[in-house]
């Protein structure tokens, strides 16, 4: 049973069940569908699951390898 200030729950990003902080206490990318970039809190069994694909991830969801945005278009930045 979870109890406030002494077993705080936490929910799976990937499969969404509550897990104490002690079982879900993994933090690891989720794939692209998620649409986060940052490492999030997973659960024991989708650690698992996604330890092996975090390779993968680390490189197609870095802003390394994101196309580069170009919001302003003015002159001052035009002549940097």
Known sequence: PFKPLLRLRHH?????KVFCAACSGKRLLLPPRYNQ???QRVCEMCSCLLQPLQPYLVGALSR?????VHDALDAVSLRR
């Open 12 to 16: 799976c990003r990937l499969c969404g």
């Open 37 to 39: 970039r940052e490492p």
């Open 64 to 68: 390394s390898v994101q196309p580069p």
